[in-house]
């Protein structure tokens, strides 16, 4: 089985253009989730997604935003650039209905200059 | 005030040995599940182990179990026998509606 997929695995953007990431999670899996990875903030909880509703957001503003398609698939969209937002953004699928267990992509390590 | 506590910021171990890795949180919340992730320099989180609150053994995967202390909130990573490939980043976390991750304990295993 496939693991979950996210693409590109690098970026690099200037402050002020916005970017779209994108998941595919593991088959079979609803749930699609995003965390932010910085040295200084540790890991964070951005939003998940089920079953393409959004189903909880973290504390970050609304320039970050994201969607689920039909078939699982998730997309995260952050306008407006700014140098903060440079990280590394995770992206985790799970099966909520049997089990909690998430399984994490390798992320896509976006560089704001 | 933190929910997932990581007090060993990094460790060292030497190979064939064994390591624990410390982690304490704080919920009120009756259900919850907790977890350990590594995450070696590539970057990808690996998941390890996975304990829920109402699980009544300690879990365990291979070389990786889970010392679960409930009354103590305390979720103990142990690794045994460890590998020079176990040198990375290991993150505890916390599910309650969404997961909530330590700091994380840096482990480098020495030859």
């Known amino acids: ?113 | 005030a933190q929910k997932i506590t990581q007090t060993q910021p990094g460790m060292f171990v030497q190979e064939k040995e064994a390591v624990t890795l410390d982690c304490t949180y704080d919920t009120s919340d009756p259900s919850y599940g907790l977890f350990w992730y590594k995450q070696p320099s590539s970057g990808e989180m690996i998941f390890l182990i996975y304990q829920g609150s109402y699980d009544q053994q300690n879990a365990t995967e291979g070389r990786y179990s889970l010392n679960f202390q409930k009354a103590r909130k305390s979720a103990n990573l142990v690794i045994s026998a460890s590998q020079l490939g176990d040198s990375a980043m290991y993150f505890c976390a916390m599910r309650e509606e969404n997961l909530i991750f330590g700091k994380g304990t840096k482990l480098s295993v020495k030859p």
Not at chain 1, 34 to 60: A, D, I
Not at chain 1, 78 to 99: I, Q
């Open chain 1, 1 to 113: 089985k496939a693991g979950v997929t996210q693409t590109p695995r690098y970026l690099i953007k200037t402050r002020g253009q916005q970017v779209t990431l994108s998941c595919s999670p593991i088959s079979g899996h609803r749930s699609v989730s995003w965390y932010q990875q910085t040295p200084g903030q540790g890991l964070q909880f951005l939003f998940e997604y089920f079953s393409e509703t959004q189903r909880n957001k973290g504390n970050f503003p609304g320039r970050f935003s994201g969607r689920q398609f039909s078939n699982s698939r998730s997309e995260m969209n952050v306008s407006t650039l700014e140098l903060g937002d440079s990280a590394l953004y995770l992206c985790a699928s799970s099966d909520r209905a049997t089990n909690e267990k998430l399984f994490f992509g390798s992320g896509t390590q976006l560089s704001v200059l």
